[in-house]
């Protein structure tokens, strides 16, 4: 079964400083592919970042950028120079290659509750 | 902005009764995923629905069912209601059903039962 293990509950930081968010995963796929989204209080979940099982570059975007360890199973989110906007909860999700019958389903972690302060 | 509609926002129900909850996908996308998110937890898949069939379950009962139509808009019903089913419903469009496929999320549905 997969399982997506996001430790930090609740995290908060002045703002300007660095943040990482962990993620550890567990999957028996050798092909599958990884996620992290922004849950704002509005509750839409907004897509940041997809990563694939053979891609370990690490990705930058801006003031975001994600460590992918394979062989730690971790897939880690850092903010640099952190902004009261950035403040909501973050999810990282494991898709699952396949199902029964067919299809694909998200994974998801508990969240993490970032908390950005003046 | 995903492109990705839910209807309605908000609702409150009584236990027993029975609920429909509605999702317009992306353009141009023919899957829809279906997620219940209770307070303070990740999101839960339910259910997929792919060119109009039921694609793949979560661990729901069966009084738990969908449709996804010709244009790939897609209903999530819930009969006889209990507390526990309060939650945000989130429907998700993507272009397909594989694992590579990214996953755009609606605003949600946020469902009070009584």
């Known amino acids: 079964a997969q399982k997506v293990t996001q430790a930090q509950t609740e995290i908060s930081v002045v703002e300007k400083e660095d943040v990482t968010l962990d993620c550890v995963y567990e999957t028996r796929d050798t092909t599958y592919y990884l996620f992290w989204y922004k849950q704002p209080p509005s509750g839409e979940l907004v897509f940041l970042i997809r990563r694939n099982s053979f891609d370990e570059q690490n990705e930058i975007s801006g003031r975001y950028s994600w460590n992918f360890q394979k062989s730690t199973s971790s897939f880690n989110f850092t903010i640099t120079a952190s902004q009261v906007v950035d403040s909501a909860v973050y999810f990282c999700a494991l898709s699952e290659a396949r199902l029964t019958g067919g299809g694909n389903k998200l994974t998801f972690g508990t969240g993490t509750q970032l908390k950005v302060e003046l | 902005e995903t492109g990705v509609t839910q209807s309605p926002t908000h609702l409150i129900k009584t236990r027993g009764q029975q609920v429909t909850l509605r999702c317009s996908s992306q353009?141009?996308?023919?899957?829809v995923s279906w997620y219940q998110q209770a307070l303070g937890q990740g999101p839960q898949f339910i259910f997929q629905?792919?060119?109009?069939?039921?694609?793949g379950r979560g661990n729901f009962p069966p009084r738990f069912s969908g449709l996804q139509f010709p244009n790939y808009s897609s209903e999530l019903n819930v009969n006889a209601l209990e507390l526990d089913d309060s939650a945000l419903y989130l429907c998700a469009s993507s272009e397909g059903d594989r694992a590579r496929e990214t996953q755009y999320f609606g605003p949600g549905t946020r469902l009070l039962v009584l």
């Open positions: 629905y792919y060119r109009e069939e039921e694609n």
């Open positions: 353009s141009g996308h023919n899957t």
